[in-house]
């Protein structure tokens, strides 16, 4: 008879299930909330807690071998050292002054698709209090040289010190033999061609219209 002996099945073997548990775990530390289905969710609940139990008591003691056998209790059950760093160095502040309940559970509304399975969330009762992120040096740097240019600048434009550049098209002039044209050649490549006989020539026909008119 199965009498007293009821734990979390999860219908998988044991060493599924202990790899399955630890991995959640870890999920946990790493991110704080999981989503999971319920009968997982209520199944890590004890494990982690007592997890966190070891993380409490190594905080609590000032042996050093002390701290160094919780710390390896809690490597062989979670099985992972940075996951277990996270808890022992930073996540155990905030469940210092708790005596247990250190995590919740909400049940979610919509089951999941596949197979209808009840979904939940599971997180912890308090939040880590956030460190503030440390300015880097080089970018304040950055920014100091650059507005020193920008205030260097434009002090040099009130002076009167600050050139400016004036683009200039240079003109190519070309003349023929006669000397009766002129083409005048700019950087765009544009030519204008300007002739003399017949700029005489307009010129003696009005003169002559006015001989007539008068």
């Known amino acids: 008879m199965r009498h007293r002996k009821h734990n979390h099945q999860l219908g998988v073997k044991t060493a599924h299930r202990s790899s399955l548990i630890a991995n959640l775990s870890c999920s946990l530390i790493e991110n704080g909330r999981i989503k999971t289905t ?10 982690i807690e007592k997890a966190i139990t070891l993380a409490k008591n190594a905080h609590a003691t000032d042996d050093a071998a002390q701290k160094v056998h919780y710390r390896r ?7 992972s050292k940075p996951a277990v760093k996270k808890l022992f ?32 969330l599971i997180e912890f009762v308090e939040e880590a209090p956030k460190k503030k992120a ?51 050649k700019s950087s765009k490549g544009n030519k204008e061609v300007k002739s003399k006989e017949s700029s005489d020539s307009e010129d003696s026909d009005v003169a002559e219209k006015k001989e007539e008119d008068k």
């Not at 319920?38 to 494990?47: E, Q, Y």
């Not at 209790?73 to 099985?79: G, H, K, P, V």
């Open 134 to 184: 440390k300015k880097k040096k080089g970018a304040s740097k950055k920014v100091k040289s650059s507005t020193k240019s920008a205030e260097a600048v434009a002090s040099d434009s009130s002076d009167g010190k600050h050139d400016t550049v004036v683009e200039v098209k240079k003109t190519e002039v070309s003349k023929d033999i006669d000397g009766s044209t002129e083409v005048t």
């Open 73 to 79: 209790l809690a490597i062989a059950r979670l099985r």
């Open 89 to 120: 160095d930073e996540l155990v502040d905030q469940f210092v002054s708790r005596n247990g309940g250190y995590t919740r559970i909400y049940k979610l509304a919509l089951p999941r698709l596949g197979d209808a399975a009840d979904m939940a």
């Open 38 to 47: 319920l009968a997982k969710a209520r199944a890590l609940r004890p494990f």
